[in-house]
């Protein structure tokens, strides 16, 4: 299969490890061409989809289709056979307000606190998250003293569990934290960081962008160094100023890794839970109270448990969640359809 | 052919054999304020060697996995054999009956019958477990606070104003950052609200609106988390029915007094040693009465076992007296067994300290309303405490006005009820 591939024949360790691989697939590689000349391409993609189908089927739209039946039921008990037919009177009371503005008139006012709180935390988490994520990816694109240790230190925060990244920060911020320890140190009085409102919510935002940013600089990293370099050599030729240079080389060749990044931070800021959870517990009062600690709570935690308006809330996470990818993908496709225009 | 059968009839034994092993589990979900994990597992190690066919598996699990994720796998009609849970009376349905299956049924009527009900469907004469310990919720001082600020303790009959005025003089002259603290949980707040004349269950049996007692306290409460004397990290620190102790602060030394309960003794015993001297004070007193909240854990059966009949031997075991006495002398907890507490205890502890404040709960028993003796078997004391929990916090943040926070309570607990369709 690779034989006549150049510099991929030779008769190396690698060969003889590979060897046995290869005369696997070329055992396959017969009956499917067959396969292939038979069903036609679009009939062969179907086959080898099939299985990841089945597992996909199972784990993520039977459960979808399982919630939204929830959605529609009613009474405490956990098991669906034993639940009450309600139609859509969980949706009707979510939406059950006199001023969608103000969350005080709503039946479900907790559902609407966390809705406005996981609004403002997108909002600026992303923003942020994306600022941050493309400024460090941008420093360590340049030839620094010790470059991969830098970005060692940037991605090792992804590796750690949300928990313990929860429980970092609070041993840091909490009255008797480390923080405190520092400011009573310069003189300072200690400050109850995570019992004031706005306080904790810079925290949630800060730790969640300390927590996940690696993984997007990284990303954004790959695309930085896939920018050819000559291009900056010809702009520098033209004596181009390194802001132009940014804005008409750097910001259009790395659109397509910024789109996955605003793509996945979006995501994920919407479901943002467990280290706040850890963190504030939503506190104080509600302030750090998102929809997913919602979901969890109203479906699991409080006594007496509601999976139907739980289910119903997530639904419609989901669909907020499904406007916004779409929306994404558009954005993508007329600026990919702009680029080809050019 | 030969080959074939030899070979299906081994996979056949050999499944068998696994089978075998499994069907002699007992799984116990179990949670620890202190030793008493230790002591379990003790005591079970000695079961399982007079009873080797019996395989007992101890899982030392958070408070928080029993509260939150044990009723999800009960409703799922799975779980454990055997749970701790304090939640008895609103999961009673999942509990198994022991009364066919245990040596003596009379033995568990007569010594663990008078907090039976909590634990068993309303109507029926189930047995489901036992209390591995009764619970009185209740206050502590730091008495060396106490003496350094050269405040007099308040008496006997102290009220929660003298305490709470007491308590802010000592944190100010102590440089403690907070006078007080109660725990976040509707239960240890109950206390208080039934001290001060409030009556949680209407004449139906469900859901009485918060009446002016419970308001009178609530108002109190708030009013102390707003100014400092109470601690706002406890109360003001978490969303929704989330339960936060004080403990940690009361051990560091950083409250004069913090509202718990019996619970905490060997807590206290063990990790406050000889660092600061500290007293139990039973509950202060409110309008109406000085009562406390009544409560505790129980060990149940779980009906969705596969092994029954290990189970009850298991149950049997921890229930006996010789057994219940061992663990409560060892664990400092107050035992639920009638012949037990009626032979007397000697705990085995050498703080004169623990020991004085085990004596003050037992006393405190006497000054339990009879609403306070009633919450523990009431199908909805969880639900008013959850609804309790989420509003009050929100007021205390300064989230939501006091009459707003008391038109939430009522309007949660109507939806649960509305919800549960009882």
Known sequence: MNADVPGKTGSGIGEVVLAPVRFTMGLIDAPLRWLQRVTGISGMAAFFLLPNMLIFGIFVLLPFFINFAYSMTGGTALFLPDRSFVGGDQYARLFDCTNYLNANSCAEDTFWTAVGNTGWFVIIQVTLMIAVSLVTALILNRELAARSFWRAVFFFPVLLSPVVVGLIWKWILQRQGLMNFGLYGFGFDPYAWLNDRNWAFAATIGVSIWAHMGFYTLILLAGLQAIPKDLYEAAEMDGTRPTRAFLRITMPLLAPNLLVVVVLVLIKAVQIFDEVYVLTGGGPGTSTLYLTQYIYETGFATQLRNPGLAAAASILMGVVLVVLTLMQLGLSRSSEKKGARK | ?422
């Not at chain 2, 409460?221 to 102790?245: I, P």
């Not at chain 2, 075991?317 to 006495?325: S, W």
């Not at chain 2, 306070?372 to 205390?396: H, M, N």
Request: hydrophobic share 40%.
């Open chain 2, 1 to 422: 052919m030969r080959k074939t059968r030899t070979l299906l009839a081994a996979l056949a034994v050999g499944l068998l054999t696994s089978t075998a092993a499994l069907a002699g589990d007992v799984r116990i979900m179990w949670y620890s304020d202190g030793v008493e994990g230790e002591v379990l597992k003790d005591l079970l190690d000695r079961f399982m060697k007079e009873n080797p066919g019996i395989n007992v598996v101890l899982d030392n699990v958070s408070y928080t996995v029993v509260r939150e994720q044990l009723p999800v796998q009960l409703e799922a009609g799975d779980g454990p054999d055997i749970a701790r849970v304090t939640n008895l009376k609103a999961m009673s349905q999942h509990w198994l009956d022991l009364r066919p299956l245990v040596a003596d049924a009379a033995y568990w009527d007569t010594n663990f019958g008078a907090q039976a009900d909590w634990m068993r469907p309303d109507g029926s004469n189930q047995i489901s477990g036992f209390m591995t310990q009764i619970t009185l919720a209740g206050g502590f001082a730091n008495k060396t606070l106490f003496d350094q600020a050269g405040i007099a303790m308040p008496g006997k009959d102290a009220t929660w104003d003298d305490w709470a005025r007491a308590s802010k003089q000592v944190a100010e002259s102590q440089q403690v950052p907070f006078a007080m603290a109660l725990d976040r949980s509707g239960h240890r707040l109950s206390g208080p609200i039934l001290a001060y004349g409030s009556n949680y269950i209407g004449a139906d049996g469900k859901p009485a609106p918060l009446d002016d007692g419970a308001k009178a306290f609530i108002e109190k409460f708030v009013g102390w988390v707003g100014d400092g004397t109470m601690s706002k990290d406890v109360w003001v620190s978490a969303a929704g029915s989330t339960y936060r102790a004080g403990a940690d602060d009361f051990i560091n030394g950083q409250l004069a007094y913090y509202y718990s309960g019996s619970w905490q003794v060997p807590n206290f015993s063990t990790k406050i040693g000889s660092n600061f001297d500290w007293v139990a004070t039973g509950s202060p007193c409110g309008p109406a009465n000085c009562t406390g909240m009544t409560g505790g854990a129980g060990l149940v059966a779980v009906k969705y076992t596969k092994n029954p009949t290990e189970v009850a031997k298991v149950m049997d075991y921890l229930a006996r007296e010789d057994i219940v006495k061992e663990f409560s002398e060892r664990t400092l907890f107050l035992p639920a067994h009638k012949g037990v507490v009626e032979k007397g205890l000697d705990f085995k502890t050498d703080d004169a300290q623990a020991k004085a404040a085990l004596n003050i709960f037992v006393g405190a028993t006497g000054s339990l309303s009879d609403i306070a003796r009633k919450l523990p078997g009431w199908f909805w004391s969880d639900t008013y405490y959850a609804a309790l929990v989420t509003r009050v916090s929100q007021a205390a943040a300064g989230e939501m006005p006091l009459a707003e926070a008391y038109t939430r309570i009522d309007a949660d607990i109507a939806a649960k009820i509305k919800d549960s369709g009882r």
